[in-house]
């Protein structure tokens, strides 16, 4: 069983950057690949950037390629998201989610799930 517990959002304008923290609990934190996903008003969730255990291994979503950044900190049991150049619509709650194995990219295929954090960005 993982607990995840997401902050860092807020709001923050065009050309911004903001940091989000995601705190796993869970003593086998390290064996679970991580991700990033976002939810638009009237929109389905999306994948936004993942992780594999050993933090060697990172896939973004175009939308957000050269401007995120995945990481993570094994013996703090955390995930991060370095978020930089924000643009309007990158506004959206965020959610951070575990998977023990599976297709990094689909929604469906993450066991644990955060309760998200709103990211706004204004123009």
């Known amino acids: 069983q993982v607990q995840l517990v997401e902050s860092g959002g807020g709001l923050v304008q065009a050309g911004g950057s903001l940091r989000l923290s995601c705190a796993a609990s869970g003593r086998t934190f390290n064996t679970y690949t991580m991700g990033w996903f976002r939810q638009a008003p009237g929109k389905e969730r999306e994948f936004v950037a993942t992780?594999?255990?050993?933090?060697?291994?990172?896939y973004y979503a175009d939308s957000v390629k050269g401007r995120f950044a995945i990481s993570r900190d094994n013996a703090k049991n955390a995930v991060f998201l370095q978020m930089n150049s924000l643009k309007p619509e990158d506004t959206a709650v965020y959610y951070c989610?575990?998977?023990?194995?599976?297709?990094?990219?689909?929604?469906?295929?993450?066991?644990?799930w955060g309760q998200g954090t709103q990211v706004t960005v204004s123009s």
């Open positions: 989610a575990a998977q023990y194995s599976g297709n990094w990219f689909s929604v469906r295929e993450y066991d644990y």
């Open positions: 992780i594999n255990w050993t933090g060697g291994t990172t």
